[in-house]
């Protein structure tokens, strides 16, 4: 059982590298400048996972939206955040990264997490889960399917 699992988490975490490889690359080329994500990693997390999502449900991954909000008492600072979640409860998140110049203990740089959740993602006090129908949960607006075509050409 265990071995079927590890395969798919090796999928996963392949088709998630792929994924933020296709956008680094177009990126590069300035072929997103005009879309939903022309600031990637950073501020584009939410707009990332519909992204992902999609890529992954096509390629017959279920996944889950979830989101949260990190809240420093201290200095009456919140940032919020977005991933994907397998059913298994697994983490996937491209845009980790965006918390590079963050300080502890929001820091991060990982371009690509694929894992069981960890310290940075328990500091997040998640929202209510999406109340909208799994069929529809990659039903992706405009805009965002702009992006999704430009992205898949760099695939």
């Known amino acids: 059982m265990s071995g079927n699992f590890d395969s798919q988490m090796e999928l996963v975490r392949s088709l998630a590298n792929d994924f933020r490889k296709a ?3 177009a990126l590069e080329a300035d072929k997103l400048h005009s879309t939903v994500i022309a600031s990637f990693p950073s501020g584009c997390c939410g707009y990332t ?15 889950r939206y979830v989101s949260g909000t990190y809240r420093d008492f201290s200095t009456n600072d919140s940032q919020s955040h977005a991933w ?3 059913t298994d409860g697994t983490i996937v998140d491209i845009t980790e990264d965006q ?3 963050k300080p502890h203990p929001l820091q991060n740089d990982s371009p690509v997490y694929c894992g069981k959740p960890n ?7 998640l929202d209510p889960p999406c109340e909208c129908d799994e069929t529809n949960s990659t039903d992706i607006g405009r805009k965002e399917k702009e992006a999704y075509d430009i992205i898949c050409k760099f695939l």
Do not use: P, V
Request: include cysteine.
């Open 49 to 63: 996972s519909d992204l992902l999502q999609r890529y992954l449900s096509d390629k017959g991954i279920a996944t």
């Open 99 to 101: 918390f590079c110049n």
């Open 84 to 86: 994907l979640e397998l």
């Open 119 to 125: 310290d940075f993602y328990n500091l997040f006090e």
């Open 23 to 25: 956008i680094d690359r």
